[in-house]
């Protein structure tokens, strides 16, 4: 790579890709590739409670299916990982005892003896009388020599400094500041040796050579005690840019209450992946103008961070269902045939060849979303109604439509079945009969399709054909008189 730009997507793997971290990865994503950079893939599964079997692999192969492809990390070149690995916090354990033990040697930080009992107490009390500032843990350092010679377990945490201004110009939300006096003495390595996210999270992007930190904004409470540890363990800072918190329409943060949140979970529902990135794209950046369309290299071309909202982002669902309706339209249409295939002979409706096909989908695309709504929706395409919508049947069907139907069909057949020609009889026949041409356009409608709505009533009486078309007029005729 060109650049020194590295910036890196960290997940936990948790057993799914939320779609905010999806809009996460994709950020960086468009931020290294606009930078000539390097992408980076950092597994965060140093929480041994939460590992789930498989996520890794289930993470991994989302962002793929996105087609966000990853410069290193687990499997970014086949065999090998990239130069700065491994990629899985999990093999990484030394590098976090090493810095811990760096931070106890130069007094940034200390062993806590506390046990659980004594830190609930704590907590309890600092709340009830509502102190200001950190909770005060530390022990004498006698106490804790007599805890230690006892054997007691302990943990390592941050040593937090008072009465200093804690500050960062962050790429997105301008500059950020904190006194230090209400930042607690953060928990770095916890009894079983582990880390805990803020010391692996800042010895990695360290150590991976990461310019530039772009994460959600539920971070952004983390930043005063991730400055203190650069400043402590000698490490030049990154940039930081935190993304805007992702709300439902009632403004609340995203949860899984209100609806899917898992990418797999649109990956089922057959959304395409270009119009979900462009949808999440959109959810905290926009170009400036009021192009909406965008495929991944555009975004490329204009993304940039400056153009990233402070404010949160509706996570509107119908927007989602426009982009993928709008994407399914431009698609090739041998790819919606070979979507469609499947499902017709599933319902054992037979054999279309690939032109019928191509009308039926030209027809269709405007009133779907996805391509298995067109035989919901258009069954008629593919076999004859056996039932007439009953409210339809009462608003449309007259008295006098039977007759007036027959005439239609007689008049109708043997002549051209082309759309405009349809429509010119049609016409004529309403001026002879002196009614109006609705009197056999929403007759006609129920007796092909058994329904009220659907395309372009001339188009697709065209693309049924004769056969079909007159078969089921005259079948309307005698079910519905
Ligand atoms: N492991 C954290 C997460 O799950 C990473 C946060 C960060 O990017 O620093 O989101």
Request: aromatic share 10%.
């Amino acid at each position: 790579m060109s650049s020194d730009t590295r910036v890196r997507f960290a997940p936990s793997p948790t057993g799914y890709l939320h779609v905010g971290g999806l809009r996460t990865a994709l950020y960086n994503y468009l931020f290294a590739r606009k930078h000539g950079g390097t992408f980076v893939l950092r597994i965060e599964d140093t929480d041994r409670k939460r590992f789930v079997e498989g996520a890794e692999e289930a993470l991994i192969d989302s962002l793929r299916w996105c087609g966000l492809d990853f410069d290193e990390g687990p499997g970014a070149r086949g065999d090998e990982d990239g130069p700065y690995g491994p990629y899985r916090q999990s093999d990484r354990q030394e590098l976090y005892v090493a810095a811990a033990n760096k931070l106890l040697e130069s007094g940034h930080a200390y062993r806590c003896y506390r046990t659980d009992d004594e830190l609930q107490q704590i907590r309890e009390e600092h709340q009830a009388n509502k102190s200001p500032g950190r909770l005060k843990v530390r022990l004498p350092e006698e106490e804790s020599a007599r805890r230690a010679a006892d054997g007691m377990p302990s943990v390592v945490r941050l040593k937090v400094p008072d009465g200093e201004t804690l500050s960062v110009n962050d790429l997105v939300r301008g500059e950020v500041s904190i006194s230090s006096d209400i930042v607690d003495d953060q928990i770095l390595l916890k009894s079983d040796g582990f880390p805990t996210y803020h010391l692996a999270n800042v010895v990695d992007d360290h150590a991976m050579k990461i310019s530039h930190v772009i994460r959600g904004e539920e971070w952004l409470p983390s930043m005063p005690k991730h400055l203190l540890l650069y400043r402590a363990l000698g490490y030049e800072l990154p940039q930081f840019a935190h993304l805007p918190l992702l709300l439902n329409s009632d403004r609340s943060k995203l949860s899984k209450r209100q609806g899917d949140v898992a990418v797999e979970d649109y990956r089922e529902k057959s959304f395409y992946p270009e119009a979900l990135l462009n949808f999440v794209a959109f959810l905290g950046w926009n170009p400036g103008d009021d192009r909406e369309m965008f495929s991944l290299d555009e975004l490329i071309e204009e993304f940039s961070l400056k153009r990233v909202n402070k404010s949160g982002a509706i996570f509107n669902l119908e927007k989602l269902s426009w982009f993928n309706q709008q994407y399914l339209r431009e698609r090739p249409v041998a790819e919606t045939i070979g979507q469609l295939r499947p499902l017709l002979t599933e319902k054992g409706w037979g054999e279309f060849d690939d032109a019928y096909l191509a009308e039926v989908i030209e027809l269709m695309k405007e009133r779907v979303t996805f391509p298995y709504e067109i035989p919901e929706l258009g069954s008629y395409f593919f076999v004859d109604p056996t039932e007439y919508d009953e409210k339809t049947v009462k608003k449309r069907w007259k008295a006098e439509s039977g007759e007036r139907m027959t005439r239609l069909a007689e008049r109708l057949e043997g002549g051209s079945w082309k759309a405009d020609d349809l429509e010119t009889v049609f016409k004529d026949q309403a001026e002879k009969e002196e009614i109006g041409a609705g009197q056999f356009i929403h007759p006609t409608r129920l007796a092909v399709s058994g329904t009220g709505v659907g395309p372009s009533l001339y188009h697709m009486l065209e693309t049924l054909g004769e056969e079909r078309c007159l078969r089921r007029i005259r079948k309307a005729t005698e079910v519905l008189g």
